[in-house]
Nanobody, 124 residues
Framework: RVQLAESGGGSVQAGESVKLSCAAS????????LGWIRQAPGKEREGVAA???????FYAGSVKGRFTISIDNARNTLNLQLNSLKPEDSAMYYC??????????????????WGQGTQVTVSS
């Protein structure tokens, strides 16, 4: 059974940085697609970034160059480094997992396993 638990959110000023982590277990460690998805109040879920078991990474255009997704395989932890934060980055951030199956994306509809989320609030 896949278990995902996010941590690291908080309230920051615009331009600052935050690192999110997701303790992950129960997924196929040799064939996976792990992603970060966010949702702001009143808005649709938005895919942010994903990483697969080949080491390939994928970013939404709105965060490319500012956010970095990585995985610490020794600790089974998925990370998301958020730099140069903007107020529009404020949202609940979720980590999600699925079997790779030959294709990985940050599209929220692809994922079947989700964490509980961690809040990031960016003030101007």
């Amino acid at each position: 059974r896949v278990q995902l638990a996010e941590s690291g959110g908080g309230s920051v000023q615009a331009g600052e940085s935050v690192k999110l982590s997701c303790a992950a277990s129960g997924y196929d460690y040799s064939d996976y697609c792990l992603g970060w998805i966010r949702q702001a109040p009143g808005k649709e879920r938005e895919g942010v970034a994903a990483i697969d078991s080949n080491g390939d990474t994928f970013y939404a255009g709105s965060v490319k160059g500012r956010f970095t997704i990585s995985i610490d395989n020794a600790r089974n932890t998925l990370n998301l480094q958020l730099n140069s934060l903007k107020p529009e980055d404020s949202a609940m951030y979720y980590c999600a997992a699925r079997k790779l199956g030959g294709y990985c994306s940050y599209d929220p509809v692809m994922y079947g396993d989700w964490g509980q989320g961690t809040q990031v609030t960016v003030s101007s």
